[in-house]
């Protein structure tokens, strides 16, 4: 989702009732063909169970599309459960009458038997008496019509507690809701008799995996109204140490007889666009749909900075805040807006945004933050960022139930890099000891001792290994020689491992210390003591992060018969791991907008602080996301561009079943697309890495930039591969004269390193925009790096971008060893399915060259023009099937400028016919 998306379409507005798929849909204006072709592939996709690939362009209407669609499907997905649930009682109804009557029948066979044996015994009596004997006799007829009546009270009473049953279709934390009519939509929790079957219940087997917690796995109160208890219970609970137990504790895979209604978590990249997603929202006839939003503490909290405290962010904050020993709590913590009903008497009505939560925290006093947490459970969509589903931790610590549900993943373009990333782990020597001398702390208190103990001894035993490996790399001569010599293939480093008494058996018993020490650390007992003794009951923050990340990521390697042992390399290396977006940053010559871990060696950056890492570094993004669609009932991946769409199904280890590529809505005349293979002076512009040094390239690439800036007006942007070549382009320029002629047609700006300057460049491009459609300046020219900031999720309408030109194929730096480690995994791993090194490889820069050329076209009026500058487009075919359908089919290939530039007027003149005086040429 991108902030201009989606549309609305000009004609033919007003709401439209259609059915996509047999499902009844109402969608807010006439919907474009692609947006028709979307809903039909998400509906599909989410009744048959399977998972789908969507591109379609921004601007396409794509999130309005998915909303309506998901939610459409969900709300039929009551409606079913309603009838499945009245059929139900209509048959149990039709059951009991039938029991009752034949109790009755007994009954009354019983009392004629009662009635003829009474009269026998008279009539013996009679006949005695008569032989002159007297016989008192019991009659117990009254007891048995008491007890008839008694029982016949309680069939009164069961027949209308049925009757009252049939019509409660769902219960939740707020309230009972009696039968809805079909056009409300319900909450996700339904109750149900018991002996229902789930709609996929065949052959007494569940053939669904099941969105809420079965009968064994959490405690009765599931089906209650979630309980704040249960979110502060589940802190404690350390079963996602293990990804795949973590799905297996909390979700079991047992069959259920109850049947769901899937949850929806929508997710999409940053919070700005999920912003977007609930605006789009309220133009639905599914606003009123009940829904919260996961955020980080950076966005919710309410909490003023503490005084005489510094912290480097209000995670960290609240953290020590609400810390047992030294942090004296806060009074938002325990607010009143845990339920939706809650929200509604705060006048908090759905759809909200963040800024409406926060408000209304500020009004009530309560913690926006844990209040989103809560509603998590009652919520029948959830809105997130991607990285808190894929992350298990992140996952864990908000207590996501992914059984069962729907996950649709917007701006889903750098999934891969993310769950790459989720099961990678890293950590410094320096932490390892601490956090050893803190388990032998605790053990010397006589809390848990053995565990602790235990705990110190298997962290001592991986640094005695560590300490043999730096040893070993020691003993190279340069750095980059160092840290390649400190890489081990997973099977190589198991095997290491063991040499130092780090095999499957400690690990499990680590893994079963790691969470006993949290355990112990979280005890209620533990907590009051640290309280009162101002001594830690247990061990630190810190090292229950060493440990958790140690456990885990080791859990990846071993579990399942350590099957995924292959997917890893472990590499101990002097503090080349990069993972903090600003040092990623300073570091970086192809910046990633994610701030994607990255191992670089010292030499590269010799100015930053370095010291010993150990690294886990997963290369299968599988071994994170397959757990996840194993789980889930389907999964929708889309993004303006997920083009290419091929290694999806490999990387990911899952079956991507429905696959689309939607064409742009916008007509034929709005969009030019243009590959150059040479400048005006007739030189070659082949941007290779090589040949991007030469001063005959750099030359001829200035001249043509700058005679397209005389072409396009307002804003421009120009896309290079490298802050690299970005920087020894200035130079030449500046050197050569270009620069300055630049500036004269242009306010020339560069996107820099770092975030420091991000947004006053922004704003200052913005800013020449407004200023070039007041007939006041000359518009802007920006250059930018493909991955960095500006190329991901920045909005770019209108005049904002009239041009965008790009300069190569962004290939990913090979100066991070992750890429040369992954190409090496990737072409080892051809017969498993995989793509091929230097396919993956391709791929990645593709999708980053899409992305640059998707800023340009951002809503249905929008025309602008996208220039390729390399002449690889024009002579190898691959390249241009690298590219989104809707850029490839409208490319437009010219050997020569001359023909690009006449091409290129034409179009801006037949949008843009009265150039303004100052920008024409
Ligand atoms: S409890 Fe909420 S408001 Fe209080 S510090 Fe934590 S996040 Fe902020």
């Not at 082949?686 to 005679?707: C, H, K, P, V, W």
């Amino acid at each position: 989702m991108d902030a201009s998306d989606p549309p609305t379409p000009t004609t033919n507005t007003g709401p439209r009732k259609f059915f996509v798929a047999g499902v009844e849909m109402e969608f807010p204006v006439k919907p474009y063909k692609c947006q028709l072709s979307t809903m039909n592939m998400v509906i599909r996709g989410l009744r048959h169970m399977t998972n789908t690939l969507i591109e379609s362009p921004t601007g396409s209407g794509k999130t309005l599309s998915l909303i309506c669609s998901s939610l459409a499907w969900q709300r039929a997905e009551y409606v079913h459960m309603k009838e499945i649930l009245e059929k139900e009682a209509i048959e149990n109804a039709v059951k009991f009458e039938e029991e009752k009557r034949h109790q009755m029948q007994e009954e009354q066979d019983k009392m004629q038997r009662k009635q003829s044996q009474k009269e026998e015994e008279e009539l013996q009596a009679r006949r005695k008496a008569d032989e002159g004997r007297v016989i008192v006799y019991y009659d117990d007829s009254e007891d048995d019509m008491e007890d008839f009546q008694l029982r016949s009270k309680k069939i009164v009473k069961m027949k209308k507690i049925m009757k009252d049953s049939s019509n409660v279709v769902r219960t939740s934390s707020d309230s009972v809701t009696h039968t809805p009519d079909s056009t409300h939509t319900t909450g996700q929790e339904m109750k149900h008799c018991s002996t229902l079957p789930c709609q996929s219940f065949k052959n007494g087997v569940c053939q669904s995996p099941c969105s809420v917690p079965h009968k064994e796995e959490l405690p009765t109160q599931t089906d209650e109204a979630p309980d704040i208890s249960i979110q502060s219970k589940l802190t404690l609970d350390t079963s996602w140490l293990s990804p795949q137990d973590g799905f297996k504790h909390s979700e079991e895979v047992t069959c259920c007889t109850k049947p769901q209604v899937p949850k929806i978590f929508y997710c999409s990249r940053t919070h700005q666009q999920i912003q977007q997603v609930v605006h789009e929202l309220r133009k639905t006839v599914y606003k009123d749909v009940k829904m919260t939003i996961l955020s980080s503490r950076e966005h919710t909290c309410i909490h003023t900075p503490w005084r005489g405290h510094s912290f480097r962010n209000k995670t960290e904050m609240c953290c020590a805040l609400l810390d047992p020993v030294e942090g004296p709590g806060c009074m938002y913590k325990n607010g009143r807006m845990s339920s939706h009903t809650a929200l509604e008497s705060c006048n908090l009505e759905s759809p909200w945004d963040l800024e409406d939560l926060v408000q209304a925290g500020r009004r009530v006093k309560c913690c926006p933050y844990f209040t989103s947490r809560d509603l998590i459970a009652t919520a029948d969509i959830v809105f997130c960022p991607y990285v808190y589903l894929i992350d298990p931790k992140i996952r864990n610590t908000m207590n996501l139930q992914l059984r069962g549900a729907v996950i649709l993943l917007d701006e889903a373009h750098n999934i891969e890099d993310c769950c790459r990333d989720a099961g990678s782990y890293s950590v410094l020597y320096d932490d390892i000891f601490q956090s050893m001398k803190d388990c032998k702390r605790v053990a010397s208190m006589e809390l848990l001792p053995e565990v602790h103990n235990n705990l110190a001894l298997f962290l001592n035993n991986l640094m005695n290994w560590m300490s043999q490996k730096i040893q070993c790399a020691q003993q190279h001569q340069t750095d980059r020689e160092q840290t390649e010599a400190g890489i081990l293939g997973g099977a190589n480093a198991v095997a290491s491992f063991e040499e130092h008494y780090i095999n499957i058996e400690t690990i499990m018993e680590f893994k079963r210390n790691v969470m006993e020490a949290v355990a112990e650390t979280n005890n209620e007992e533990n907590v009051q003591q640290t309280k009162k003794s101002f001594e830690r009951h247990g061990i630190l923050r810190t090292t229950t992060f060493v440990l958790e990340g140690l456990s885990l990521v080791f859990c990846f390697m071993y579990d399942n018969k350590m099957q995924h042992i292959w997917d890893y390399y472990v590499v101990v290396c002097k503090n080349s791991l990069v993972g903090s977006a600003a040092r990623n940053d300073l570091l970086s010559d192809s910046t990633n907008a994610n701030g994607r871990s990255r191992l670089i060696v010292e030499e590269d950056v010799p100015h930053l602080n370095w010291g010993h890492y150990l690294n886990f570094l997963c290369m299968n993004p599988g071994v994170v996301f397959r757990p996840i669609a194993d789980v889930v009932r389907s999964i929708v991946l889309t993004s303006g561009t997920l083009a290419p769409l091929v290694t999806f199904n490999s990387e990911l280890g899952t079956n991507f079943t429905n696959e689309m590529q939607a064409l742009h809505i916008i007509d034929e005349n709005q969009l030019w697309v243009g590959a150059l293979g040479s400048g005006p002076r007739g030189k070659e512009l082949q941007a290779s890495y090589r040949l991007t040094d030469m001063t005959d390239f750099r030359q001829e690439l200035g001249n043509t930039i700058l005679q397209v800036c005389k072409v396009i007006p307002y804003g421009v942007l120009c896309f290079l591969p490298s802050y690299g070549l970005l920087e020894a382009l200035r130079q030449h320029w500046l050197m050569s004269g270009i620069w300055d002629e630049l500036e004269v047609h242009k306010e020339v700006l560069c996107e820099m390193r770092g975030n420091k300057d991000f947004l006053p460049t922004i704003q200052a491009y913005y800013s020449s925009v407004r200023q070039c459609e007041l007939g006041m300046g000359k518009g802007p020219l920006l250059f930018a790096i493909m991955r960095g900031k500006v190329s991901e999720g920045l909005d770019f309408a209108d005049n904002r971008a009239r041009g965008v030109i790009t300069v190569g194929i962004p290939y990913p730096h090979l100066l991070d060893i992750q890429v040369g480690l992954k190409k090496k995994y990737n072409d080892a791993n051809i017969k498993r399915g995989l793509k091929s090194g230097s396919e993956w490889y391709e791929t990645q820069a593709y999708r980053a060259l899409n992305q640059a050329l998707g800023r340009c076209i951002r809503h249905r009026n929008d025309w602008g023009a996208l220039i390729i500058i390399d002449k690889r487009f024009l002579t190898e075919e691959r390249h241009l099937q690298g590219l989104s359908k809707w850029i490839r089919r409208k490319m437009q290939l010219f050997p020569t400028f001359e023909k690009l530039h006449s091409s290129l007027r034409n179009f801006v003149q037949y949008h843009n016919p009265v150039v303004p005086e100052h920008i024409a040429e």
